[in-house]
């Protein structure tokens, strides 16, 4: 609009509950408007049909893992996820509309930075290759502009995926702290508190290695991404490399799942990728039960899961993945991994203190796994 189109020629598509911008049903929705130019921002990365059907131009602005050919067809694309520091979606396109109108850094710098610290977190610092927001965070204040960031992520995180109150907030305002005042904003963000406050106390299960831990809930709400991070940063074990938290309750007949990388495992050399985790486990292939999978002359042998899974598994970052899967194939994964299942025992004429360790947990770790939450405070900060 500050290039002079008139806003009756923009049109904005915000995605249904449990859909991604490359569902079918999406594509018929964005393809009704018959659009020249077609924008997707922050949507993922992966190779497919076109964005819409009909003559268009397409661009693709994203920050997820992808490859070059992980882009719908006949688009173009920008992103940095193989640039550290990998820039957002939302500072990649700060970064291309700053130099399109003199006005873009004032009205917009605040809009940037709630996305960027949205993804990368509050601890930021905006050093090169970043640009230089400190007249903007000096202007609204830090403390303000992630506030505003756990604000625009509650109404998308209820159980009514309520996208469209967050997207009205921010574009009815030049000033972010009227978008703490939002009486719509306020309600969601207690729903959302309240629903990772009700879930956050599950237990986990361990796989026999230690090496991964995963939460199982039941929400309506997008609460498994808040709780995963948040177990991330108080599990701590020499083992421990993926926290996993499955919803059961988000969608009907699927499992939707997040997946972070502890604190405690975060510098750890050659570094973790989730992506590659998931993709490996997903890769093996179950023992044959004496009772369903008696061996047949002439029948082919199953294929691994990674080969039937779909689309929406192992999507996003190398320290953020997770899922949209359904039940019996999130149960085989389970499986696959052995959540759940004990280590093996020692042989029991060993009977020093060193051998009795747990496997995968570290000697000095003295609080226990439920000890944390009682004292957690709630929050809603953006995760993936």
Not at 48 to 63: K, R, S, Y
Request: with cysteine.
């Amino acid at each position: 609009m500050l290039l002079g189109l008139p806003s009756e020629l923009i049109e904005v598509h915000l995605l249904s509950k449990g859909n991604t911008v490359h569902s079918e049903e999406e594509r018929q929705k964005m393809t009704s408007h018959k659009p020249s130019y077609v924008f997707v921002i922050d949507m993922g990365s992966r190779a497919g049909p076109q964005v819409v059907d009909g003559e268009h131009t397409a661009l693709i602005i994203d920050h997820h893992h992808a490859t070059e050919t992980d882009f719908p067809d006949n688009s173009e694309h920008v992103s940095a996820c193989h640039s550290p520091p990998v820039a957002t979606s939302s500072l990649l396109t700060y970064e291309l509309c700053e130099p399109l109108h003199p006005e873009v850094r004032d009205r917009c710098a605040w809009l940037c930075i709630v996305g960027t610290h949205g993804d990368l977190g509050n601890t930021l610092k905006w050093e090169p290759p970043f640009p230089d927001m400190r007249e903007a965070l000096k202007r609204y204040s830090k403390k303000v502009l992630n506030e505003v960031v756990s604000a625009v992520n509650a109404p998308r995180r209820t159980a009514t995926y309520d996208v469209r109150s967050a997207w009205d907030a921010l574009c009815d305002t030049a000033e972010p702290a009227s978008v703490l005042k939002n009486a719509r904003l306020q309600a969601a963000r207690a729903e959302v508190n309240a629903e990772v406050e009700r879930c956050t106390h599950t237990a986990p299960k361990f796989s026999p290695d230690g090496k991964v831990a995963v939460f199982r809930i039941k929400s309506e709400a997008q609460v498994h991404p808040v709780i995963a991070t948040r177990w991330s940063g108080h599990l701590n074990s020499k083992a421990l490399e993926i926290v996993l938290v499955a919803n059961e309750g988000y969608l009907p007949l699927k499992v939707n799942f997040s997946c972070r990388i502890p604190r405690c495992a975060r510098s750890r050399d050659p570094p973790i990728s989730i992506i590659e985790r998931l993709r490996y486990y997903a890769s093996l292939t179950e023992p044959a039960s004496r009772d369903t999978d008696i061996a047949e002359p002439g029948r082919e042998a199953q294929r691994p899961l990674l080969e039937r899974i779909g689309d929406n598994f192992a999507r996003g970052h190398a320290q953020a993945s997770g899922g949209i899967v359904n039940v019996d194939e999130f149960e085989e994964l389970m499986r696959l991994m052995q959540i759940g299942v004990k280590p093996a025992k020692k042989d029991s004429d060993d009977s020093s203190p060193a051998k009795k360790k747990k496997a995968g947990i570290d000697p000095g770790q003295k609080n226990t796994l439920m000890g944390y939450f009682g004292k957690a405070k709630t929050d809603t900060d953006a995760v993936a």
